[in-house]
Each structure stands twice: as C-alpha cells, then as structure tokens.
C-alpha cells in the first residue's frame, strides 16, 4: 500500500498532496507526540488528532511520509507549509482514530473492507 | 541576514556553552580562609586584611554554619563589640554550591541571590571551596583565550571538508517559542544523514535533541542546546536558568509531568520526554538545582559494539 492508495480511499480528504510517494510500512495511533517519538516506525502513517506543526517535525524526525487528522479537526496553513516542505501527506478524515486504523490496518494487511 | 541580526552570533553561544560545561570546582578559589565559632570578630578582621578578602566562613567540623562579610565586621566596629565570638553577628543558613554543579547553577545563584560569594561544599557538606564574580570572570578570560588559540591554530589549516563529522554548535530556545523547538534537531538530522549515518542513529540523536529542545521551551526560562559531534560520538548537552526540578528523580519517572494545558494542547506534557532523551542515549546525565537550572547530557556513540546492533 503507497500513500498514494489512501488518497484514493473515499474516508480522505488529502490536504496537502505534494508528497514523496512512499510505501506505508505501518500506521501508529497516538496523540502523544513524545510517545510517537518513542515507538513509531519509520515508514509508518499517523493518526491522530494532534493537528499543529510540532506534529509534522515528528513526523519528520522519525520518518513518518503521511499524517491522518481525525474528527476532521482543523488543519492550520503552517501546518501544511511544514508538511509542504517536508514532504510529508495530511489527509483529514470525520472518522476517530479507531475507525481510521482498523481502515489502514484491513488495507495494510491487504483485505479491504468495503 | 535577518536571522544572524536577532541572534547571537554563533562564537559567543560557544563561549558560553563553554563556560556553561565547566563545574563549579574548576571555577571556584580552593584555598578557603575559614573560621571556627569560638573565633572572635577581630581574628576575622585581621584574616580579611591579611588576605585582601571580603567574606570568610564559619565552619563546625567542615560544615558551613555562618559567613561574616565586611559588613557585619563594620556592624561589630560601630558597635564596639570586635571581641565577641563570631556566631552573634555572622548571617547563618548560608546558602552554599555544590562543588559538581555546572557553573550555569553559580550565574543563577548570583543573579537571584543579593549575595557577593558562595561557600561551595563536596558530598559530605564539608567546604571546600568558595566562589565570587570574580572566579567567574577569570575562568571566562581563560576560555575566551583558549577558542582564541584553537581558532588561530585553526585558520590555515586545511580547508573544512563538507563531508567532515566535526561539528560543534550551539541554539538558543526562548520559554514558550514552539514555532523554533525542533529547529536544531532537523538541522542536526540532515547534517548526519548528509553524512551516511546509519538512520538508527538519526533517529535517536533526532528524538534526544528534539525531546530537550521542547523541555527547553515548555519548562525552562529559556536556555541553549549545544551539540558536539566527531566520528566517535555525538554530545548533546541542554544548559537553562531555571526554574529547576525539585525532584529528579521522579521528573524521570515515565508519565510524570508538571505541564500545563497550554504545553498538552502542543501534543507534549505526558511525562516521557526525560525518559525518552534516557532510553536513547548511550550515556545520561542530569543535574538541577531549584532556583539555579537544569543541565542534561546526552551522548550517542557512532562506534557501536557489534552486539547492540540487533
């Protein structure tokens, strides 16, 4: 699965699309950035709610290539300029962290619920 | 341009991280005039003249007790009262310094005490030591001289390779300036990813430095992070003015924090970002004392043994 295979799921809208096309190696679900600093894999996707710039330099520190913000919190454009320039995906989704990653997690494993 | 304008520049942040990374016993003047309490005002008056001094403590089996300054020898003249033993016109519960505490701890403790000198004490609370600006401004010469004769020694060498690991720079981080925390730790990632460093590595320097950058702002009154890096290991170290930690030990213990809303709502405050900088580094040090600040160290090794590459 590449991030561009999110984007085409229908749960997603893709706020910022100039991404590096990257296969998805794993999602992770925190709102704690600490913690995702602490046990994200690299290559993973996250879902969160935590919508703000330090989200995408974690992202990028541990070498996350997508974002997936629940309950369709807000997006703010610095948010998206840092991800722009990091090469980062947001996608935005009305879905909660569960229902998002039991989404990605069906598609990762390769039996798509429809 | 705008940027080197707001800034210090880059060789007076080293200088002070310099300082900042001496210990207060490198500093302080190791040949300490004491006296005991059956001492009078007048043998400490004539220990001031003799020794062009200005403060002398008053011990009791090493421990400070008291320390008399010009002042109260002025205070017992006025009075007449030159023959009285020391302990009616000392000022007791003196506040002393730790001999292993980073000088940055002595700069806080003159700029929040009114006081000229601090007795400095070893483990055991014995003296063995004592501080002024003095000892501060010299120790300041002396480190200023030194980056002098290593830039010289420097220049007309060969010129620096880009694909050289030598690094050493240091960044300021302001209390609550979220928009910069993370600035030195992408800037450290890519320079070490430029350089073919295994991403295992990257990703622990990236998390040590990030984790200390957002303590510096969320906790601290501002403070610096400096990085030293060879091809052995990479050194970061984080130096602030305060406020300090009351207990370290549980400012260690994984979910605990003293964050505010404002910091939680930043996606920070769970209480892991000590642990995590910990668990990432191959050495770990940390030191704080409430009032004065907080100094962590933290070095990742470049050279692993073999067996921790699993």
């Known amino acids: ?114 | 341009m705008d940027n080197a304008q707001k800034e210090p520049l880059q060789s007076s942040l080293r200088v002070q991280e310099l300082i900042y990374g001496l210990k207060i016993s490198e500093v302080m003047t190791k040949k300490v005039f004491a006296v005991t309490r059956n001492c009078t005002m007048r043998d400490v008056q004539t220990i001031m003249k003799n020794n062009s001094i200005t403060g002398v403590p008053v011990v009791d089996s090493r421990r400070v007790v008291g320390i008399v300054s010009m002042n109260d020898i002025m205070n017992a003249l006025e009075k007449g009262a030159m023959d009285d033993v020391v302990t009616l016109w000392m000022v007791g519960e003196v506040q002393t310094l730790a001999e292993d505490m980073p000088l940055s701890f002595a700069i806080s403790a003159f700029n929040k005490f009114s006081f000229r000198r601090f007795p400095v004490v070893n483990k055991k609370n014995e003296l063995v030591g004592i501080i002024t600006f003095r000892n501060i401004n010299m120790a300041l010469i002396r480190e200023l001289s030194r980056q002098l004769r290593e830039m010289e020694s420097l220049h007309g060498g060969p010129p620096e390779r880009s694909d050289s690991l030598d690094l050493v720079k240091v960044y300021q981080l302001h209390r609550y300036d979220f928009e910069n925390g993370g600035k030195a730790s992408s800037e450290i990632k890519k320079f070490l990813k430029e350089r073919g460093i295994p991403p295992k590595i990257v990703r622990q320097v990236a998390v040590a430095s990030y984790e200390l950058e957002i303590n510096l702002v969320a906790h601290s009154n501002g403070g610096m992070l400096s990085f030293d890096i060879n091809a052995d290991r990479i050194k970061i170290s984080s130096h602030d003015r305060g406020p300090g930690i009351a207990d370290v030990e549980l400012a260690m213990t994984e979910g605990f924090s003293t964050a505010n809303e404002w910091i939680r709502s930043q996606g920070f405050g769970a209480g892991m970002g000590l642990p995590n900088v910990k668990r990432v580094s191959d050495e770990f040090a940390i030191q704080s004392a409430v009032g004065m600040g907080t100094m962590v160290r933290a070095v990742i090794n470049l050279k692993k043994e073999k067996k921790d590459e699993h």
Request: proline share 4%; aromatic share 4%; glycine share 6%.
């Open chain 1, 1 to 114: 699965m590449n991030i561009s295979d999110i984007q085409s799921l229908a749960a997603f809208t893709c706020v910022q699309s100039e991404y590096n096309d990257a296969v998805v190696a794993g999602g992770y679900t925190s709102d704690l950035l600490s913690d995702v600093m602490a046990h994200a894999e690299e290559g993973s996707v996250l879902i969160t709610i935590q919508a703000h710039k330090n989200t995408v330099a974690v992202a990028s520190l541990v070498g996350l290539p997508a974002i997936i913000v629940c309950n369709n919190r807000p997006v703010l454009d610095d948010m998206i300029d840092a991800a722009r320039a990091e090469g980062i995906a947001i996608f935005q989704t009305p879905d909660n962290q569960f229902q998002t990653s039991l989404l990605i997690a069906q598609h990762l494993a390769g039996c798509p619920a429809r």
